[in-house]
């Protein structure tokens, strides 16, 4: 059991790991940013488009809710109205929408910044390879023989 808890020990504190960990803090931050933007600005808007209707009310009601009058005269509730709340489900639709589509623009401005990365470093490397000098060009077989030559004559 003890090396079960060290192999656990040892996955959770790699680096993808604590990395997935905060990009999921992140996400969840931001998921409800534009929740907010969602419910907040957008909505609103097209509410005012569509006649002043409330766009997260919009429902499809399968059963009326079930109410009497109480004692001191305010409506009781005895059970509940059961709906379909599609208005909800497309402002949620739209939220799914625009954070799909932001991490769309992050992923394209990184991959962007990953090209331009690649070919600041190509170019670097190019200009390396032209600054270096040229090597020596190699001797034939014809100047190896006569430099044998030459020193044996010296001997």
Known sequence: MKKFFEEFKAFAMRG?????????VIGGAFGKITTSIVNDIIMPIIGVLT???????????LKE??????????????????AITYGNTIAIILDFIIIAFAVFCM?????????????LKKKEE??????????????????????IRDLLKNK
């Open 65 to 82: 809710a079930v109410t009497h009058l109480g004692e001191d005269g305010i409506e009781v509730v005895d059970a509940a109205e059961v």
């Open 107 to 119: 992923v394209k401005a990184l991959n962007a910044m990953h090209a331009k990365a690649e070919e």
């Open 51 to 61: 006649g002043g209707i409330n766009f997260t009310d919009w429902k499809f009601v």
């Open 16 to 24: 993808n790991v604590i990395d997935l960990a905060v990009g999921v």
């Open 126 to 147: 190019e200009a390396v390879v032209e600054e270096a000098p040229a090597a020596p060009p190699a001797p034939t077989a014809e100047d190896l023989l006569t430099e």
